[in-house]
């Protein structure tokens, strides 16, 4: 299985500043159809996961535009250019080029 | 608005059996890819079993950890998941979340529904 390691494990951020979260893959996730399927979820605490980002940087509907997604191969970023209140929770990425899906182990965003 | 509601979880013996549902709205169930993922305690995510849709003659995927004790199965007439789990372990206590979501994607979850095994 591939296996995806986030960094940093905790992400103590203060509100109005930029925050970036890393995701790797033990494998590259490019598919041979070109695409390149890695997710990241936000779960806020006691609520399920919320999909962010599809597909390394495609923002879904209702996303703010303070979040973006970046990387290639085996590396990928998760970027808040601003943290606000309600980002505080768990960051997970998660790779579907590969079977079986696979999710990073989180990383936990709160306010200094 | 696509929803997923999940029921079926409770506190269950080692060894024992449950059946989890999950009923869904808002989306086109018969052609949707249906997950299951689970969440242990205080843990990350771990994708459990996917079915694809009968027109793709509803395959089934396993997690290894689940194979062979749990069943995935959908009624497309009901637009409903469900989740048979046999021969319970303690290290399947976890919130069980229906998803939803493309072959090689996860979009929509439910809210879940807890699972606990202990004697």
């Known amino acids: 299985d591939v296996v995806m390691t986030q960094s940093p494990l905790s992400l103590p951020v203060t509100l109005g500043q930029p925050a970036s979260i890393s995701c790797r893959s033990s494998q590259s996730l490019v598919h041979s159809d070109g695409n390149t399927y890695l997710n990241w979820f936000h779960q806020r605490p006691g609520q399920s996961p919320r999909r962010l980002i599809y597909?390394?940087?495609n923002r879904d509907s209702g996303v703010p535009d303070r979040f973006s997604g970046s990387g290639s191969g085996t590396d990928f970023t998760l970027k808040i250019s601003r943290v606000e209140a309600e980002d505080v929770g768990i960051f997970y990425c998660?790779?579907?080029?590969?079977?079986?899906?696979?999710f990073g182990g989180g990383t936990k965003v709160d306010i200094k | 608005e696509v929803q997923l509601v999940e029921s079926g979880g409770a506190l269950v013996k080692p060894g024992g059996s449950l059946r989890l549902s999950c009923t869904t709205s808002?989306?086109?169930?018969?052609?949707?890819?249906m997950s299951w993922v689970r969440q242990a305690p205080g843990k990350g995510l771990e994708w459990v079993a996917r079915?694809?849709?009968?027109?793709?003659?509803?395959?089934?995927e396993y997690a290894a950890p689940v194979k062979d004790r749990f069943t995935i199965s959908r009624n497309d007439s009901k637009n409903t998941l469900y989740l048979h789990l046999d021969s319970l372990k303690t290290e399947d206590t976890a919130i069980y979340y229906c998803?939803?979501?493309?072959?090689?994607?996860?979009?929509?979850w439910g809210q879940g529904t807890l699972l606990t095994v202990t004697s």
């Open positions: 808002g989306l086109n169930f018969i052609n949707a890819y």
């Open positions: 998803t939803t979501g493309t072959f090689r994607d996860v979009d929509y």
């Open positions: 597909k390394v940087s």
């Open positions: 079915i694809r849709t009968n027109y793709e003659g509803g395959t089934i």
């Open positions: 998660m790779q579907g080029t590969h079977w079986p899906l696979t």
